[in-house]
């Protein structure tokens, strides 16, 4: 998900938003931080909530290979016994050099055929003139907050999703 890259991370407090995306007004880099801000007062489990950025990402960085991702947030809620459950949030590069969010649930695979992972509920917003990036971020973010509230148990994501449980 994340690419080859090495993102910078850290808390909230780090994240350079206005250097990463530097169209953006001063008002609406003040929106996405009150949305990072709603994500991480709901990663109670988290000591220390943590958010993976890219600089070099602040500009478009030409279509490749896997999402140029800008800013993420990746909370790991179950990891025990080769089992997974995720819950994503990042912005991102199209390939058509757009701005997306992104945010999905993603559980590790128990098929008989193995997919490594499935992405069992996912929103995906492209941002063209209707919708600004910061209205986006606050959808995803709004999104994310409300599958943390959702039982953490990665089976309860497959039953729902209707793939094999473990
Ligand atoms: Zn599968």
Redesign the pocket.
């Known amino acids: 998900m994340i690419g080859l890259m090495v993102m910078a991370r850290g808390s909230l407090d780090a994240v350079p938003l206005g250097t990463l995306f530097p169209r953006l007004s001063a008002a609406e880099v003040q929106s996405l931080r009150c949305s990072a801000l709603v994500v991480d007062a709901a990663r109670t489990r988290e000591a220390e909530p943590t958010w993976l950025w890219e600089p070099a990402h602040s500009v478009f960085p030409g279509a490749g290979p896997g999402a140029s991702v800008i800013l993420l947030a990746e909370i790991t809620e179950q990891a025990e016994r080769g089992d997974q459950l995720e819950f994503l949030l990042d912005v991102a590069w199209t390939d058509q050099a757009e701005l997306s969010v992104s945010a999905a649930v993603s559980v590790a695979?128990?098929?008989d055929?193995?997919?490594?992972?499935?992405d069992v509920d996912a929103l995906h917003l492209i941002i063209n003139g209707e919708t600004s990036l910061s209205q986006a971020f606050r959808a995803g973010a709004d999104r994310l907050v409300g599958w943390l509230a959702d039982p953490r148990d990665a089976d309860y994501w497959r039953f729902r999703a209707g793939?094999?449980a473990r």
């Open positions: 695979c128990w098929c055929t193995d997919h490594a992972t499935h793939i094999p």
